[in-house]
């Protein structure tokens, strides 16, 4: 057993992840998330604001502390697209080094998605490439694994292996901040076709650089994907346990959504599932889940709480 520490560093939220890797098991040591919102005004100003950095620096001293407890061998911290989209991603690079002791990666769309569809199906899957008999959980290969993020959203198509991987500029913080500015109210409708547009225009360019339509199995990951889910099973509050693996009907995906839609910040707010960080951009994050199963034409989504940061504990355990 090799004690990893994996943090990813995205535009919403900033985790961790310390786990025992051997062989082919991923054992949970300690797991923490805390939205810090980096990506705050990126889409708009192409920089990295103080504020957003001193609280993503102040959560990572608080795992640094975790990983000098649990007695970690090696870190990798990662950061995706706020910090590869600024000017002043130097100053992240620096605060990274000063509080891990390790440089940080910036990594491309397509690493992301490597990372991500890695984490995702290494407990889906244990098939060879020449069987085309179903996965556990009754899932089928080939997958589609989508993480929508803060900043981006990652398609990554593959069985056993990443065959096709694409990373678009639509996200729930990035499509909140450019439409949905007042979180307080329901949108009116122009708003709302404004903002299905920007997925809509994604979605084009991902159907003609990846082959779609090859894919079984869709699974969805990340906190807007675990959060809908959540919300679609009616859970008392959140539970990981029974939110991974969870199979959420496409119908359900859009009655959730457009619950969301139509409801207040105070209203979704109440929701027992809702982190208080995801409050604001929810709806966006809902909707471009929703429009991904519309748009392929998949009848379910398959959730997974294993995503990129598992994948980032894996590479560790190679280094």
């Given at each position: 057993?090799?004690?990893?520490?994996?943090?990813?560093?995205?535009?919403?939220s900033?985790?961790?992840?310390?786990?025992?890797?051997?062989?082919?098991?991923?054992?949970?040591?300690?797991?923490r998330?805390?939205?810090?919102?980096?990506?705050?005004?990126?889409?708009?100003?192409?920089?990295?604001?103080?504020?957003a950095?001193?609280?993503?620096?102040?959560?990572?001293?608080?795992?640094?502390?975790?990983?000098?407890?649990?007695?970690?061998?090696?870190?990798?911290?990662?950061?995706?697209?706020?910090?590869?989209?600024?000017?002043?991603?130097?100053?992240?690079?620096?605060?990274?080094?000063?509080i891990?002791?390790?440089?940080?990666?910036?990594?491309?769309?397509?690493?992301?998605?490597?990372?991500?569809?890695?984490?995702?199906?290494?407990d889906?899957?244990?098939?060879s490439p020449?069987?085309?008999?179903p996965?556990?959980?009754?899932?089928?290969?080939?997958?589609?694994?989508?993480?929508?993020?803060?900043?981006?959203?990652?398609?990554?198509?593959?069985?056993?292996?990443?065959?096709?991987?694409?990373?678009?500029?639509?996200?729930?913080v990035?499509?909140?901040?450019?439409?949905?500015?007042?979180?307080g109210?329901?949108?009116?409708?122009?708003?709302?076709?404004?903002?299905?547009?920007?997925?809509?225009?994604?979605?084009?360019?991902?159907?003609?650089?990846?082959?779609v339509?090859?894919?079984?199995?869709?699974?969805?990951l990340?906190?807007?994907?675990?959060?809908?889910?959540?919300?679609?099973?009616?859970?008392?509050?959140?539970?990981p346990?029974?939110?991974?693996?969870?199979?959420?009907?496409?119908?359900?995906?859009?009655?959730?959504?457009r619950?969301?839609?139509?409801?207040?910040?105070d209203?979704?707010?109440?929701?027992?599932?809702?982190?208080?960080?995801?409050?604001?951009?929810?709806?966006?994050?809902?909707?471009?889940?929703?429009?991904?199963?519309?748009?392929?034409?998949f009848?379910?989504?398959?959730?997974?709480?294993h995503?990129?940061?598992?994948?980032?504990?894996?590479?560790?355990?190679?280094?």
């Amino acid at each position: 057993m090799t004690r990893v520490a994996a943090i990813d560093c995205g535009t919403n939220s900033v985790r961790l992840l310390i786990a025992d890797v051997g062989g082919d098991a991923l054992t949970d040591v300690e797991r923490r998330m805390e939205i810090v919102r980096l990506g705050q005004g990126v889409d708009k100003t192409g920089r990295l604001a103080p504020e957003a950095l001193e609280r993503t620096f102040g959560a990572m001293r608080g795992y640094a502390g975790l990983i000098d407890r649990h007695g970690a061998s090696a870190v990798r911290v990662v950061a995706t697209s706020a910090t590869r989209d600024a000017a002043n991603r130097q100053e992240f690079v620096d605060g990274v080094r000063e509080i891990f002791g390790v440089e940080p990666e910036v990594i491309t769309g397509a690493e992301e998605a490597e990372l991500s569809f890695t984490g995702a199906t290494r407990d889906l899957v244990r098939l060879s490439p020449e069987t085309d008999l179903p996965a556990p959980h009754g899932t089928r290969p080939p997958y589609l694994v989508v993480d929508i993020g803060g900043g981006s959203t990652e398609f990554v198509i593959g069985s056993t292996h990443v065959e096709a991987a694409l990373s678009v500029d639509i996200g729930c913080v990035r499509l909140t901040e450019r439409h949905l500015r007042d979180a307080g109210t329901p949108p009116p409708t122009e708003v709302v076709e404004a903002l299905l547009a920007d997925i809509d225009e994604a979605l084009d360019r991902v159907s003609q650089e990846i082959p779609v339509e090859r894919a079984l199995t869709l699974v969805g990951l990340a906190g807007s994907v675990t959060t809908v889910a959540g919300i679609a099973l009616d859970l008392p509050e959140y539970d990981p346990k029974r939110i991974h693996h969870s199979r959420i009907p496409a119908i359900r995906t859009n009655e959730v959504s457009r619950r969301l839609l139509e409801m207040t910040h105070d209203e979704r707010a109440a929701i027992p599932v809702m982190h208080p960080g995801r409050v604001d951009v929810i709806v966006a994050g809902a909707l471009i889940l929703d429009r991904i199963v519309e748009r392929y034409g998949f009848t379910e989504v398959v959730v997974s709480e294993h995503d990129i940061l598992d994948g980032i504990a894996w590479s560790v355990s190679k280094l």
